[in-house]
């Protein structure tokens, strides 16, 4: 009796656990109509994406790229990007610069995130 509570007892705690987890995705991909970003961010206000493939323009400017909002907190875009290799990376709320957690790795200096579209 006790090992069967005991192993309820941690099934439960342990799904509990899970919504902590932060989701794991695929790498930016091609999807029908560009590349699919996605960034989890579920505090955020705000969260854009800033590269190469618009002179790295956020906030306010013409160019700056904003990101959409679901329910459980994942922010995405589908970008129409040509063929090319494009250094990237998220900014939230207009202050935080993250690489890609999901994405290939520039090695620069600046720990950009890199996306190979072909």
């Keep these: 009796m006790k090992k069967n509570l005991l192993i ?18 695929e790498r930016p991909h091609k999807v029908e109509g560009g590349i699919l970003f996605q ?4 505090s955020a206000r705000k969260v ?16 700056s790229i904003n990101l959409k909002k679901n329910e459980e907190g994942v922010w995405s ?11 990237y990376k998220f900014v939230i ?3 935080f ?7 290939e ?5 600046m720990g950009n995130s890199l996306i190979v579209v072909e």
Excluded: H
């Excluded at 790795?105 to 200096?109: G, I, L, Q, S, T």
């Design 93 to 95: 709320d207009e202050k």
């Design 8 to 25: 309820i007892l941690i099934f439960f705690f342990s799904c509990g656990i899970l919504k902590y987890v932060k989701p794991r995705f």
């Design 39 to 42: 960034y989890y961010a579920p």
């Design 48 to 63: 854009q994406i800033a590269g190469d493939f618009n002179n790295w323009e956020y906030g306010t400017s013409e160019k």
């Design 105 to 109: 790795d520039a090695n620069d200096e």
């Design 77 to 87: 875009i589908i970008l129409p990007l040509k063929p090319g290799r494009y250094k």
């Design 97 to 103: 610069w993250e690489k890609d957690p999901n994405g």
